[in-house]
């Protein structure tokens, strides 16, 4: 019902930068929120950026200063620019929409979410 797609990833030197994009289609009635998680090897998933129940927005630690999350309502999209990248930086990132989709005559929630397929990202020199 929901597909998100993400691209921008890529091989990077440590002190560089990439712009992480995610677009969503689909049966979209209304996207509640986006978020972008990453996975590196041998490590759970952990949300990178995200969007508080407040309004504010949720970076992890090991971000905080370096990347940045922003939304084009207009386009289904969210973008993460990242700054400053270091090898720990090096994971898939994936990017997760909590929407609201067309559904028969009404409207369905997914409480998980939808997800996309991950684009690699490698901070090596």
């Known amino acids: 019902q929901v597909q998100l797609v993400e691209s921008g990833g890529g091989l990077v030197q440590p002190g560089g930068s990439l712009r992480l994009s995610c677009a969503a289609s689909g049966s979209i009635f209304k996207i509640n929120s986006m978020a972008w998680y990453r996975q590196a090897p041998g490590k759970q998933r952990e949300l990178v950026a995200g969007p508080t129940g407040g309004g504010s927005t949720n970076y992890a630690d090991s971000v905080k200063g370096r990347f940045t999350i922003s939304r084009d309502n207009a386009k289904n999209t969210v973008y993460l620019q990242m700054n400053l990248l270091k090898p720990g930086d090096t994971a898939v990132y994936y990017c997760?929409?909590?929407?609201?989709?067309?559904?028969?005559?009404?409207?369905?929630?997914?409480?998980?979410?939808?997800w996309g397929q991950g684009t690699q990202v490698t901070v090596s020199s």
């Open positions: 997760n929409a909590d929407v609201t989709t067309y559904c028969g005559v009404g409207f369905c929630h997914s409480a998980n979410g939808y």
